[in-house]
């Protein structure tokens, strides 16, 4: 008898992997309940069906008899997809548009935001006492407001038809109303309750709309601006200036090419890429700083590992004392937060009042010239890297069989020889994927170079690119340190530094396997 | 068997779990969510929050953002997820703005008329009233009064007194302001406009006009060639190794006795023991008045809270007491932007008093239009290479020239 579908159909029997089976899928369950609410709520259908295909296909998967392969693969599958693929999508998605601060919202968001930002409170107009109330049941009744003049005490019940008197009303000292007949009057927490029904409310007057300002004011406000439909502009009421919708920039513009405040997110087909090929400061400084780039990550992964290796190689001869105290020390910069040290060696490098130069008696500005700041960087990631390569060293060479070197020594090698031939390669083999990854992470190492030298120095005809910088920093500073946050452009970068990164990994793990021959 | 038991008994435990859930919070208070930055005018925020919610029977929620305050509140607002009230410098409110998350306020000519000009003015933009102005500063000299008994009145003076500290061994440095690897154009900006610079020009209507860029007028040039006779290869007043980290402990140590800051360094600065006094930046002799940019801290009406109308309320008519204000003093030393919480806290601390007499009489406004977030970075790297002694000349125009290019 065999079951098509079920907890043991594939041959679990134990109880705690059945256990541990209803676990991970009863919170399969409930994450897809849980992410399954907000997704209705907002009416993201194609949402809701992903994520019920998704649940089907684990479901069916660990419930069925077959799909041995799919068991072991789904878990890791899911990952990639949604930390690895999804956000490579998004990135290049945004590249394709304007993204960025003054273009994050819809068209009709800008024209909500420059219509409701540009109210004003209607010349020579009386700013009321406000309650809050309602036309019958607190929490579902229409929104009144009962006003008072201030100056004349009147009492004013204003509804969505207009303003109107009122004349049963009780004012306590302050002219604020507080009973009036027919009218619930809210409490604090009533009116927190409606609070997006206030929003919406506006009593209209001849002249504009009385809104509240809190809970005890409210003022006769008129938008100075208003959208359009018909010339797709938005128009100024008192001075009759016009700005018309540009919708390839996202913005309003007027006669003079100046632009209102808030602009809204448009598709920009291939301006971004085109902006980073032909933007002449880009142009100009971008072979040095490519080059930097490359040298930078490249060097500190040649001199973190050539002293990791080192040291690892001189604590690893068996027998030495206080082997133990001597790898924990080293280890033991590893454990502190790199961004803290990074800060405490930018100071230790100030010309006047540093540590180094005080030290050694010098007066050098390690920021000021490219060769000091070079080397000022370099020294910072050699002493926060050299522990990560010595840990992985010692780890290799530990791994590495003694009998090989010992063969070798009886066949007459001499100590350097041995290792040069036989232990080097082999530590190779298990460290390359290692060296590459490292080379990856520093060829992006934001913090090494933001924190230490800012990219400094700076030629002073040019601000943007420092003799420093490698190409995270300098895109950051021009997709961010500017004219606000410029995600779409930001994300063009991101796409050249990746194809740039990942050319190189590939090259580079195709040469590795040159290295596993020599298993 | 005991395979369904078990099963049954998880189902049950999950069930039980939802059902505890969804029980909760079904009659709520009211509450308001502000976000604010750290440090002590963070805390004080708290502690006004709590007044707020006793005297109205609401929660009130004050979350300290201790990092990017402005860029998170941004996200958030698109993300659904804004406070009700954001707490922020003025110089803010150009790209809150553009991005659509703070909404105008509608303040009376009473309110308006309580607060010192300048922090009305700062708030203002594109003719509409933004935040609720509460600290205004700006920055002052501090002197070693031990050292340099009366203030000087012009730059030459200061230099001519901290040279002679300096070769009789009384001082190791001449005057502690920020410069820095990369520049400081906050710091510096006194004696930019007093050499003949300015960043941005005034519009009619009394806003700042991306379209006239100071630096790039020869006025900027002028000012830079004053500002390099001061640096490293000149006078050496000015210098890059000092920054925002150190002229704290230069001049509390005895080290520079003059510094140029602002009144955050007051508390700290009482702790130390240092005999000083303030008076206002002195301008280069012949020269344009030193003036200091305004700062104004302010309370913002979030667009996209959840509860506005309480952040409303919150906003123009709590934290616009007098009260409100003099609590922040007490918490952070700043300028009350008040005008009756000035005169309380001027009674009691006349040093306050005086950084206040000095950005009323000198001060001009930070600009807060978008522009300006081009203008800091290559202006400031622009200072650091003149102070260390590149021509002023074509390092200002290259400058300027950055700052066209990004200006949309």
Redesign the interface.
Known sequence: MRRKLG?GADGTAS?LG??IK??VL?LVA?IAVWAAFPLIGTGNWLGLAVLLLVTAVIFSIYLSPRAIPAKYLIPGTLFLIVFQVLPVLFTLSTAFTNFG??H??SKD??V??VE??????VPGST?YTLT?ATDGEPGSGDIVFLLTDPATKAAFVGTADGLEPLNDATQNTDGKITEAGGYEILD??E???R?AD??EFSVPTDRGAIK??????A?E?TPQQAYDAGCDCVKDRTTGQTWTANDDDGLFVDGQGQ?L???WQVNVGFRNFAEVLTNP?IRASFLKILLWNLGFAFGVVLITFALGLLVALVLNKPGLRGQRLYRSLIILPYAMPAVAMMLVWR?MF?????LINRLFGLDV?W??SAPSSMFAILLVQLWLGYNYMFLVSTGALQAIPADLTEAAQVDGARPFHAFRTITFPLLLVALAPLLISSFAFNFNNFTAIYLV??G???P?????AGATDILITYTY?LAF?????QYGFAAAISVFIFLIVATISIVSFRRTHALEEIN | MHRARALVAITALLLAGCQAGAGAGATEKPSLLIWTGGGPGGEATQALGAIFARENGVDVNVQIIPEDLQTQFVTASQAGRAPDVVMGAHDWIGNLVQNATIDPLQMTDDTKAGYQDLAIKAVTFNGQVYGMPYTMNNIVLFRNTALVPDAPRSMEELVQKGTQLKSSGKAQEILALPVGPTGDPYHINPLFTSGGGYIFGTRDTGDFDPADLGVAKPGATAAYAKIRALGEGGAGVLKRSITTDNILSLFSGGKAPFMISGPWQLPQLQQTGVKYDISPVPPFEGGQPARPFITVDAAYVASRGDNKALAQEFVTNFWSRPDTGTALYTATSSVPALKEALATVRAGDPLVGKVSDAGVEFGQIMPSIPAMAVVWDPLGKAEAAVVGGADPASTISAAASAIQAQIK
């Open positions: 907890l109880p059945l256990i209803i676990v009863g409930a601060d003054a994050r919202g968001e800008a909500a935001a409701g930002s540009s109210v004003q409170q700013v809050i604090i927490a009116v927190s309750a609070s206030i929003v509240n300002q809190g809970l005890s004011r003022f406000g632009a405040a808030q602009g400061v100071d100030n010309t006047d009042f540093g500005n920021f000021g030298s800012e400094a120095p700076f002073p005809d040019n601000p943007q500073r340190g500017g004219a606000g946050a």
